[in-house]
Nanobody, 119 residues
């Protein structure tokens, strides 16, 4: 069965950086589009970024504005999200997800999330 385990979250000052990881198993990772989402308290579940199975295509939510980079290592079955120039409004639980595409809120399965707190 699909397993997604996020890690790399933490507390960081505004302007700082973090790299989130998502270890995937139980499905054909290298053939599957993946996404990152986030959810802050009392806010909507928000699509952050998506990447195609081979990593050749990526897309980002408008709010990212070049600050985040999604990538993947198919040899390691791992998805990444590099966060730069973090703002307090980036504080949220971040989730990785299996998806059929690279854009928008749809997904097939998601992990438990990793918390990012920016102060």
């Amino acid at each position: 069965h699909v397993q997604l385990v996020e890690s790399g979250g933490g507390s960081v000052q505004a302007g700082g950086s973090l790299r989130l990881s998502c270890a995937a198993s139980g499905f054909g990772f290298g053939r599957t589009a993946m996404k990152w989402f986030r959810q802050a308290p009392e806010k909507e579940f928000e699509w952050v970024a998506g990447i195609s199975g081979r990593g050749t295509d990526t897309n980002y939510g408008d709010f990212v504005k070049g600050r985040f980079t999604i990538s993947r290592d198919n040899a390691k079955n791992t998805l990444y999200l590099q966060l730069h120039s973090l703002k307090t409004e980036d504080t949220a639980m971040y989730f990785c997800a299996v998806s059929g595409d690279i854009t928008g809120r749809g997904y097939i399965a998601r992990g438990q999330g990793t918390q990012v707190t920016v102060s």
